[in-house]
């Protein structure tokens, strides 16, 4: 196989043409975009603003034409059954917390279970959790191996318990480990019950397929797949949408409203009330269709390289406490320096320009059970090289003397 052309890649991004002295290693939290998503988004509002199906104007029909393209990218892209199975809303959260609202209110009763794991980000746990209480739901979750994998034991135990709905991430955002949710979802059905994918981290690393993995729900934000933030995508099988009742009511959604009465608009419209994020599905649109001239499979055999180097370089490293495993990875590493604060490590680098996170990365409950204050948290994306590696690492080097002296 061909190897990926890192340079010609990293020239689509005016980020990295511009200011050529970061290393971006923030890639977790959002990516950079690249120059065909910034002229889609900007034609938009140039040529064609206006509102999306309800004008009788050119433009506003030229721009729900391309709204509805989008639609279709992201159908195909994920190989959804039916466009009308793309929801979108303005990311990841909105979309779990659609979900949870709308299952709570429609499908769970008191007494019902959920099943989630000990390494979801909050959104995946909270809006289950404000619910839950609510209608007398009960949440177990799967904990972790001592190597912080998925208890794959305990999950098949938990399933025992028959619960509803089980609800878990495709990637760690965290630790970066990939989780075996084709397995996972398998197990999950057997036993009846509903299926949530977080793909918030997953829907980079690979193009997931809707009808080979058969899950219920998977969701996912534009602006980790190179697109813009405030788009976000939650796939739902029809019959699976058809439940849901929906967490925002208004305009677009409804088919006759009158004071006795509402009737409702078919999927995909009765979830998604309000003006949506035109610009942001044209974005993302372009995103994925710009993103497809690519092969990923040689994206993922240059991440994969990028975090071999990153590990090896680690390791000679003393005091580095790594969190992550390097197998089933997909290119994000949590560690801390000795017990130093992960905030004064990340500062360090800061200084040096090298971007990555800090703290508790919207997990508290996976922190709890590593025993760890936090981590810091270097995401590895396509457009990093092998020089932002050695780069990072040498400030880690030079981060451990000054920390520990
Ligand atoms: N789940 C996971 C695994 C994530 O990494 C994130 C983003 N950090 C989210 C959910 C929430 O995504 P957003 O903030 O874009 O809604």
Sequence with gaps: MPTFDVQQFRQQFAFFQQQPEWVYLDNAATMHKPQAVIDAVTQFYQQY????????????QRATTLFEQARSTVASYINAQ???????????????????????HTVLRPGDRILLTQLEHHANIVPWQLHCQRFGVIIDVVPL?????LDMAAYQQLLQLKPKVVSFSHISNVLGHIQPVADMVTLAKAVGAITVIDGAQGIVYQQPDMQQLDCDFYVFSGHKLYGPTGIGVLYGKTEQLARLTPIFAGGEMIDSVSFINTTFNK???RLEAGTPNIAGAIGLSAAIEWLQKYNNQQIVQHKSLLLKEFYTGLTAIKAIDILSSSVHNAGIVALNVDSEHPADVAELLNQQQIAVRSGQHCAMPLFSYLARPGAIRCSFAAYNTLDDVNRCLLALEQAVEILTA
């Design 49 to 60: 603003n206006s509102n999306v199906h309800r004008g009788a104007h050119q433009l506003s």
């Design 82 to 104: 039916h466009l009308h199975e793309i929801i979108f809303c303005s990311g990841a959260t909105a979309a779990l917390n659609q979900i949870a609202f709308g299952l709570m």
């Design 145 to 149: 191996t001592p190597d912080h994998q």
């Design 267 to 269: 999927l995909p419209f």
